[in-house]
């Protein structure tokens, strides 16, 4: 199996940006979290005037065969739908991807049909994964190669110049395999994780926790074993979501965390390895009540709380002008020395 081993952050280098920032021309700590978030940025990247400019946002997409048991508000076939929309640009991760000036990947992992387009990048680990009520979703060989399949791609972009990560996913029924993860590592019950997702009614909620919750006794997932989880119960995109993240933290690449079904993979990910999540920055909470839960254990504070609930990394791409503002904060304000200004 493949290595996924992360450097500590560089805590040392955190210190000389608290210091630097210190000197800037404002009372120190007057901006507030943009101080914290460029100190965590200094750790992250080891450099004193850290970049996060280009980003890169990959959408990876798969199927579920969970769907079959009507836990979406939409047919199946929207996933590979939705995947034509973000090859023709038409959908909001395009517009937020191209207003921040993101390199922009799109992924089939696992749609249940055949996509052609040209800019489309195929690692089809399999057609969707296996309805996880009757059967495994995935066997364990799978879900450790969509791992390795989203490790490869963002490494990929990460060469070609990327300086933050942000991951988005495409599956209809996804949030059932995302609240089975969550529920699953954070021992809370089904009920307190399960959500509306795409926009399900109240008589399909209680439908999904029970179906959520006979599928975690039929399957016995083991809550410590991230390639157990991800076989038994988990999503091709999920997988490689989580690979991706390991790649950019074993880069010094910020993490730049969306939505529900992205902070699932996060879970994944830490298991995984478990210093992955220092890299990591959690662009908006969700409204779907799983996402509290799943930052909660990832230790975190959200930078954005706007209602959202779309996925597709729409989230952290509103969120990555925050992180550019305090790189700018560093790179650009004077000194008090510099301006000529007494800090007395």
């Known amino acids: 199996m493949k290595e996924f081993k992360i450097d500590p952050l ?30 965590q940025l200094g750790e992250i990247t080891s450099q004193q005037f850290p970049s996060v400019t280009p ?33 023709n640009g038409g959908a909001a991760i395009n517009v937020f991807s191209k207003q921040i000036g993101a390199q922009f990947k799109i992924v089939d992992v696992g749609v249940a049909t055949e996509i052609d387009g040209e800019h489309l990048i195929k690692e089809k680990i399999r057609y969707g994964t296996a309805n996880f009520l009757i059967e495994d979703a995935m066997t364990r060989d799978e879900a450790l190669r969509a791992v390795e399949v989203g490790y490869e791609v963002s490494e990929k972009l990460i060469k070609d110049g990327i300086k933050c990560l942000i991951v988005g996913e495409m599956g209809i029924g996804n949030t059932t395999p995302s609240s089975t993860i969550v529920s699953l590592v954070s021992g809370r019950d089904v009920e307190s ?35 157990d989880i991800l076989a038994k119960v988990g999503g091709l995109e999920i997988a490689a979501m989580a690979g991706a993240m390991l790649a950019a933290a074993s880069n010094r690449i910020p993490i730049l965390v969306d ?78 020395t510099s301006a000529k200004i007494s800090s007395e």
């Open 10 to 39: 560089d805590k040392e280098n955190g210190l000389q940006v608290k210091s630097y920032i210190d000197t800037l021309t404002k009372p120190p700590g007057s901006l507030g979290k943009l101080e914290q978030l460029a100190i």
């Open 55 to 87: 980003p890169g946002v990959i959408v990876f997409a798969a199927d579920h065969g969970i769907a079959a048991e009507g836990v979406s508000a939409f047919p199946q076939e929207v996933t590979a739908q939705m995947v034509t929309n973000f090859l």
């Open 193 to 227: 994780v399960v959500g509306f997702g795409t926009g399900i009614t109240q008589e399909n909620i209680l439908h999904k926790q029970q179906v959520i919750k006979k599928a975690i006794e039929v399957r016995s997932p083991n809550a410590e074993d991230p390639f």
């Open 259 to 336: 939505g529900f079904i992205c902070t699932a993979a996060a879970l994944i990910a830490k298991l995984i390895n478990n210093v992955v999540s220092e890299y990591m920055i959690i662009g908006h909470r969700s409204v779907e009540p799983g996402h509290r839960i799943a930052i909660d254990l990832l230790g975190k504070e959200p930078l954005l709380d706007l209602n959202l609930r779309l996925g597709e990394g729409s989230g952290a791409a509103i969120a990555f002008p925050l992180l550019l503002s305090s790189t700018l904060m560093i790179s650009e304000m004077s000194t008090f």
